[in-house]
């Protein structure tokens, strides 16, 4: 039972372009949503978070959305650029005292 | 400023045999953690370490055990690898017990068993 799922493997963006990558969950008692980042050969490092009693939260060229009623988030990332390539993953929390449940991740292309 | 490490980086083991995998941090936090992560699957909890000298049970713990020898150091120990325990590990640390803050993530150990 996956409670938290990203259901595209992978996604192709021409630099420059927006990459929007999507997340679907499961359990209506998440009421915090965190997004990492991970390149090849190294643990993921933390990108950008959403509490539940915001639909946006805004980093520099990193935007993520939260819409409750349809139990999805989505990072937007413009530009696009090279060094973005990675794989992105989501996870979702009911609140601080529970561990956080993940996603299985989308790999991010970037094309020249 | 090493961050999280973690030895080694690889390792095959024969079905039966026991390993010990090391993490450290050096950015004095009081919690830290054991994922696994397997093809087409997000990452999943081991065993964490809130604080010192407390470890509880995450989402998979069958067929590990844990030791958080001191605030640093944070081990993981398979007694009997199984090849269902393929897979890479990872070790994070971060400042507190509070799950919504950062997680910082060593690079892992990626296991092979026979």
């Known amino acids: 039972d996956q409670q938290v799922k990203q259901n595209s493997p992978s996604l192709s963006v021409q630099e420059g372009r927006i990459s929007i990558l999507n997340c679907d969950y499961t359990n209506s008692m998440f009421d915090y949503f965190l997004w990492y980042k991970k390149y090849p050969a190294e643990g993921p490092t933390f990108l950008i978070s959403i509490s539940s009693i915001k639909d946006k939260n805004e980093d520099g060229r990193f935007t993520v959305f939260l819409n409750k009623s349809a139990k999805h988030l989505s990072l937007h990332i413009v530009p696009s650029q090279p060094g973005d390539s990675a794989v992105y993953f989501c996870a979702g929390t009911p609140d601080s005292n529970y561990q956080l449940i993940w996603g299985a991740g989308t790999k991010l292309i970037i094309k020249p | ?114």
């Open chain 2, 1 to 114: 400023n090493a961050g999280v490490t973690q030895t080694p980086k690889f390792q095959v083991l024969k079905t039966g045999q026991s390993m010990t995998l090391q993490c450290a941090q050096d950015m004095n936090h009081n919690s830290m953690y054991w994922y696994r992560q397997d093809p087409g699957m997000g990452l999943r909890l081991i065993y964490y370490s809130a604080s010192e000298g407390t470890t509880d049970k995450g989402e998979v713990p069958n067929g590990y055990n844990v030791s958080r020898l001191n605030k640093r150091e944070f081990s993981l120990r398979l007694e009997s690898a199984a090849p269902s325990q393929t897979s890479v590990y990872f070790c994070a640390s971060k400042l507190q017990g509070v799950w919504t803050d950062t997680q910082y993530f060593g690079p892992g150990t990626r296991l092979t068993v026979l």
